[in-house]
């Protein structure tokens, strides 16, 4: 049975997306939990861990076998073990779980290795009624709330119909809420393009593949006719050794962002040295000029750098990236000529608090250029969609997600998708979009309200619970 609850929360998640398992998950957790000791606890809840995140990051396997393996068995199974061995076996847990679940998420969206907030309880829900929550709490409150409704499954299930569908119409009432939260008008509209190269989907970077990359961004930018005012190009589609202002290719974009007459937004590579790497982004104009360069702050571990190298290089060996990213320390707005538009690179779109820096500094339109090209299957990619939903709701604002192979697409205030391409095809996409400066709680607040809602619950359950003696079973 906690096997079955993992994989429950699992198959909730992209690419499945089967998202009323997620609440079901967590019932049949809290069934598992009751009467067992400490130790059993924790060893259930492992098992939980594995099945629900062993599936889900199985595109890790690809990249580095040792380090998929690691991190489900040590890592995600280790600290959803760590969850079961604290929530009490008692009625207490009802209420711990969900609370303590908050607590795991909120962890491991910081740590270890600066955070890998993958497979998350809010990523269950983009297609779902719960998705409004973000806006006033982000994903930690969308957490909250499935594991909410988990709880109140379980308490129904159990005949107890009253605390049930009290904690059920609780989280209806705020997902109301949060659908009914104001955005405030359009400052203006934009004409944004996106512009999706194609290729094969699970190729890496090679000197041989570069040009083609690059030639096919070009071709498919040279497909745009009518008026457009920013093109948006993916992730390091530029991927070079040596200066990229002044360089050939610098030239070629120039010289359709002059056709246009447009500015691109273009992601590139440079090396520096032989050990690292800088990841950027900058907006080329129509008179040949780069300006607004964005370098990206939030890394890949074992995709973007080695933590720990002298560790991880007798473990892992060559199949470990040979280069670190050096990483930027600038702010998360370009400038293009039509208001500020926040950008977060690829990864950092997982992160809240990298749109709500963005956002927080003037920008209007969030754009997350992006490159899932070597990742084996599409997990990474679906829910890559996926937290652009999150961050368009959590912000309310317009997310622009472009991609060299797939997945691209525009993403709408209230976590609608449209015009999602194909993998591997050559497309280009184009939306006129509000330009937005209202402020929702989630952009306020962050992940402050799920945290003192988890925390006042935490004191219920080890300070004023303690005085209320515990029915076994319940």
């Not at 995600?76 to 607590?103: K, N, T």
């Amino acid at each position: 049975m906690a096997i079955a609850a993992g994989l429950c929360i699992c198959f909730a998640l992209p690419p499945w997306g089967w998202w009323p398992l997620a609440p079901i998950g967590v019932a049949i957790w809290l069934h598992v939990l009751a009467d067992r000791p400490p130790r059993r606890r924790a060893a259930l809840s492992w098992l939980v861990g594995v099945a629900w995140f062993g599936p889900s990051t199985l595109w890790m396997a690809e990249l580095t076998l040792p380090g998929y393996v690691v991190g489900v068995l040590v890592a995600w199974g280790g600290m959803v073990a760590a969850v079961g061995a604290l929530c009490p076996g008692d009625r207490r847990r009802i209420i711990a779980l969900p609370a303590l679940l908050v607590g795991f998420e909120w962890f491991h969206t910081h740590a270890p290795f600066g955070g890998v907030p993958l497979s998350l309880l809010a990523t269950t829900q983009t297609r779902a009624p719960l998705l409004p929550i973000a806006r006033l709490g982000g994903v930690l409150l969308v957490g909250l709330a499935v594991s909410t409704i988990g709880a109140a499954v379980h308490l129904l299930a159990g005949r107890r119909w009253a605390p049930g569908a009290a904690a059920a119409l609780a989280v209806v009432a705020i997902a109301v809420l949060g659908a009914a939260w104001p955005l405030g008008a359009p400052v203006a509209q934009v004409r944004l393009a996106g512009v999706q190269g194609g290729g094969p989907q699970g190729t890496r970077f090679t000197a041989s593949d570069a040009p083609v990359v690059l030639a096919r961004h070009l071709a498919a930018t040279h497909t745009i006719t009518g008026p457009v005012d920013v093109v948006v190009w993916p992730e390091n589609i530029v991927n070079i050794d040596h200066r990229f202002i002044g360089s050939p290719e610098a030239q070629q974009i120039a010289a359709e962002a002059d056709r246009l007459d447009a500015p691109i937004v273009v992601g590139v590579v440079e090396s520096v040295g032989a050990a690292h790497f800088v990841n950027y982004v900058v907006v080329v104009h129509p008179d040949g000029s780069v300006t607004d360069r964005y370098d990206k702050v939030r890394r890949v571990p074992f995709g973007e750098y080695v933590p720990m190298r002298w560790l991880f290089t007798p473990i892992a060996g060559a199949t470990l990236p040979p280069r670190d990213q050096v990483p930027g320390t600038g702010q998360a707005v370009i400038r293009t000529g039509h208001g500020k538009m926040a950008v977060v690179v690829s990864w950092e779109v997982f992160f809240g608090r990298r749109v709500r820096e963005g956002v927080r500094d003037g920008g209007q339109v969030v754009l997350n250029p992006t490159n899932g090209s070597s990742y084996w299957l599409t997990q990474v990619q679906t829910q890559q969609v996926a937290a652009s939903q999150l961050r368009a709701v959590e912000s309310g604002r317009w997310v622009l997600q472009v991609a060299p192979t797939g997945f691209s697409a525009f993403v709408d205030p209230d976590g609608g998708v449209h015009e999602r391409t194909d993998v591997s095809e050559s497309a280009v996409i184009e939306r006129t979009v509000a330009r937005l400066d209202g402020t929702t709680p989630a952009q306020a607040l962050g992940d402050l309200p799920a945290l003192v809602l988890a925390g006042a619950a935490l004191v219920w359950t080890y300070v004023l619970g303690r005085r209320i003696r515990p029915r076994a079973g319940a």
